[in-house]
Each structure stands twice: as C-alpha cells, then as structure tokens.
C-alpha cells in the first residue's frame, strides 16, 4: 500500500480508452463509447476477483458505505455498531442517513471486540460494521454468530484490507455486504472511487439504483427510466474506473511484495523482547498492507513513534494520538458539531461520547504501532529498514 506507488503504462492505455471516445459516464451514449464501458468491466472484474455475486462502484469509499447501508434499508434511528479505532467516515456515512453510530470497543485484533459488540445490542440495532484497519480483519466468524442470533446486517468496511482473506473467502465478501475504498492512498487506486459488494440481490439492485437518483436503469433511453424510489449521485466517472480496472490487475502482484517486505521486517522486529504483535483471528490471511505490533506499555508506544520518525523511519503510526481515526479526537462527534440542524433522531439517540470508557481500547490503541508496508522498496531498503527499527525499538524496551 499505496497502488499509486506503481503506476504507468496499463493505466494510461486505459485511460486513454475513455479519452479517445470522450464518453467521461458510465451511463449512456452508447454509440458513442467504442464498446467502452470501463466501470461495467471493473464491476465483472470485482465480481470474478472476490468470487461474489455483484459489485457496485460508486464514487468513494465513503459513499460505498452510504450506498451498502441505504441499499439494506437503513435510515433514521437505526443503529449501527462500529469500532473506536476507524477513519471519520464510519460514523459520516451512519449519520448522512440519519441513523446512530453506536461505538465499541477494539481488542487485540484492533478491531470489533465480539463481546462488546454483543453487550451494545438493543432493540434498534440493525448493522454490526467491522472494519478491517491495517490490513487485518475482525473475527468474523464471531461476529457473524452474534448477527444470526439477534438478526443483524454485517457489513464489513474492508477499505484497508483488500486482497486479505477469511476461511477463504476475500474480505467483504464474508458478511451480508463490503465495502472497498479506491482513493489515492489505498492498496489499489482509482484517484477517487469506492465499491460495494454483497451475494444479495436486491440489496443490489436498491445499490444501482440508490447511487443513480434512483434510476431504475431500465432500457437504453435515461430519460424515459422510471424512480422507484429517491437516491442520489453516488456514480464513479468512466475514468476513474478505468485507472481502477489497471489497478486491480496488479492487485495481487502488490500482495507478493507487500508480504515480502512485511515478513521481513516482522522476523526482525520478533527477536525484539517485549514486542507483541496484533493478532489476527484464525483462519484469516492479512493483506500485509501494515505491519502492526504492541509496545510494553503506551509511554514506551509514544516515544517509539517519537524516536522512529527522528531516525528516518517513516510511515509509522501511533494511531492513539492521530486526529483521524481514534475515538479520542473525535470531538466534532461527542459534541455533535455539524454545519446544519440535526434529525430529531440523532439528537435524541446519538449517544454522549466524550464521557465514555473505551478503557479496553485504551488498552490496546495506546500501546500500538502501526508501520505501512510500501510497494517500492528494495529488498536492501527493507533490511536497512528492519534493522534501524530493531535499534530504535530495543534502545527503548527495558
Ligand atoms: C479510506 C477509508 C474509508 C473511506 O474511503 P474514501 O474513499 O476515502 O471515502 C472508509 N473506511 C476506511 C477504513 C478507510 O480507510
């Protein structure tokens, strides 16, 4: 991570596809496209890749989740359990339908802790989200039990995780619905551009429907399209999908060398005493897009990010203190900061953050680094890497 590290000749020949027509939408003007129809192909090409049924692009992973969650009928006082350790768009895409981000607590995985999950269940509970952070997944197997018995969604947020796997089966594809991110900074890019993918068909069809003004996308004349019901502009452009369609087909050349780079640097940073790593659930195979692992304690955690960056180390993250993706810095949440008047619900329900006790997640966040695992490396910068980080890390631990 990230795809626009290795970028070049397969995406401008794609790109150029689109531009030789001119036909920048997907939808339409068919004599006019030359038989290009790059976010149609990217769809099938998803499809067949993840081994899922159908796949919906829209126009960021954001608006994927929006999409995923309208499509299952989520709205107004619905709640929605998600992680404290996620990116600012959970909560955004919960709250853009009115409906209730309720947070839980991570564990050792950093991700969704089943039995905090199980313990925030009420009677207005409709979706459990995991999100798969850094490249590793929740314990879906868990997770999905705990859906079956009280008849929930799962709906897994796989944006830093593609290419991953659990039981066999690609990440976002285990749940009822997933969600990809193809923004700049992910594994595979599309400059902007999101995916939602699900084996149920009429969650589907509310997608394509739901991410195009509600186009019924019925016949070849847009203006005669029947509205079954209200949506909104979610589309993806022709050429986005089409810088995607050549992503994705480095996709799993990009695995290779990210676990390569990852196994190298865990295999040094493993001879380091009182270094953990984050666990990952049986039965899943991390996309290796980060290489996460556990400090001491959170003050050993803090100077190592610290001393880490100081010696040229770059891309480590001690998401604790990050404003982005940590519930701590989450004030615009627990305060309800918006720019326009929020829905009675939300009000009503939106629970008060700024109070609550994520100790367990405390526990875990505070004593985490997480290091990106580039795609351009050399296999001699990765053992300079390896070693430098073996020195800061040992200078610490006592
Ligand atoms: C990037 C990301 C998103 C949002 O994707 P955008 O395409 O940037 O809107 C959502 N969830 C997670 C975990 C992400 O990393």
Redesign the pocket.
Do not use: I, N, P, Y
């Given at each position: 991570m990230p795809g626009f590290e290795l970028f070049g000749d397969l995406e401008r020949a794609q790109v150029n596809d689109v531009l030789q027509s001119g036909v920048l939408m997907r939808y339409g003007f068919d004599s006019m496209r030359n038989g290009h129809y790059k976010a149609l192909e990217l769809e099938t090409a998803l499809s067949k890749k993840m081994d899922v049924d159908h796949v919906q692009l829209v126009s960021?992973?954001?608006?994927?989740?929006t999409v995923a969650l309208a499509s299952a009928g989520i709205g107004a006082g619905d709640e929605v359990i998600m992680p404290t350790f996620?990116?600012v768009?959970?909560f955004e895409?919960i709250l853009a339908l009115g409906a209730i981000p309720i947070l839980v607590d991570v564990d050792e995985t950093l991700t969704l802790d089943p039995v905090a999950v199980e313990k925030a269940i009420n009677h207005r509970t409709k979706v459990v989200m995991p999100?798969?952070?850094c490249g590793s997944m929740a314990n879906l197997k868990e997770l999905k039990v705990i859906c079956d018995r009280h008849s929930l969604l799962l709906l897994e947020?796989a944006?830093?995780a593609i290419g991953g796997t659990f039981e066999g089966k690609a990440l976002g594809t285990y749940g009822d619905l997933g969600?990809f991110?193809?923004?700049y900074?992910?594994t595979i890019t599309c400059g902007?551009?999101?995916a939602v993918v699900t084996n149920n068909e009429k969650f589907k069809i509310n997608a394509d429907r739901y991410s195009d003004h509600g186009h019924d996308h019925i016949g070849s004349d847009r203006g005669a399209e029947g509205h079954p019901f209200m949506g909104y502009n979610y589309r993806i452009s022709e050429l986005n999908a089409a810088v995607g369609l050549a992503q994705l087909k480095r996709l799993d050349d990009f695995i290779v060398i990210q676990k390569r780079n990852y196994t190298i640097i865990r295999e040094a940073l493993s001879k380091v005493e009182g270094i953990t790593f984050r666990s990952v659930p049986e039965g899943g195979e991390e996309s290796y897009a980060f290489l996460s692992f556990f400090m001491p304690d959170s003050e050993q955690a803090k100077k190592a990010s610290d001393l880490l960056k100081k010696s040229g180390v770059d891309g480590c993250f001690y998401w604790y203190d990050n404003n982005w993706h940590y519930y701590r810095k989450w004030q615009h949440l627990s305060t309800k900061q918006s720019l326009t008047k929020l829905s009675f619900e939300v009000n009503e329900l939106l629970p008060d953050y700024s109070e609550a006790d994520f100790s367990k997640s405390d526990h875990w966040v505070g004593r985490n680094i997480s290091c990106l695992i580039k795609l351009s490396w050399s296999e001699n910068e990765v053992l300079e890497r390896a070693n430098k980080m073996v020195e800061v890390l040992s200078a610490i631990i006592r």
């Open positions: 960021s992973g954001t608006a994927a989740l996620t990116f768009a959970s895409s999100v798969h952070m947020d944006c830093q969600c991110s193809f923004d900074v992910k902007e551009g999101g």
